[in-house]
């Protein structure tokens, strides 16, 4: 069972996208996004 980590990770950076303090957590999202592409390839 094969999971497209790019599919995952933006669904998760839009969801946070949408969120209205954007502007402040935009360099965290990156840095959280990171990580859970990190976790996908780990795996």
Same mark, same amino acid.
């Given at each position: 069972? !094969? @999971?497209?980590?790019?599919?995952?990770?933006?669904?998760? *950076?839009?969801?946070?996208? %949408?969120?209205?303090?954007? /502007?402040?957590?935009? /360099? !965290?999202?990156? !840095? @959280? %996004?990171?990580? @859970? *592409?990190? /976790?996908?390839?780990? /795996?």
């Amino acid at each position: 069972m !094969q @999971i497209d980590p790019y599919r995952k990770v933006k669904r998760f *950076e839009s969801h946070h996208t %949408s969120l209205p303090h954007k /502007k402040n957590s935009k /360099k !965290q999202d990156v !840095q @959280i %996004s990171k990580k @859970i *592409e990190q /976790k996908m390839y780990c /795996k």
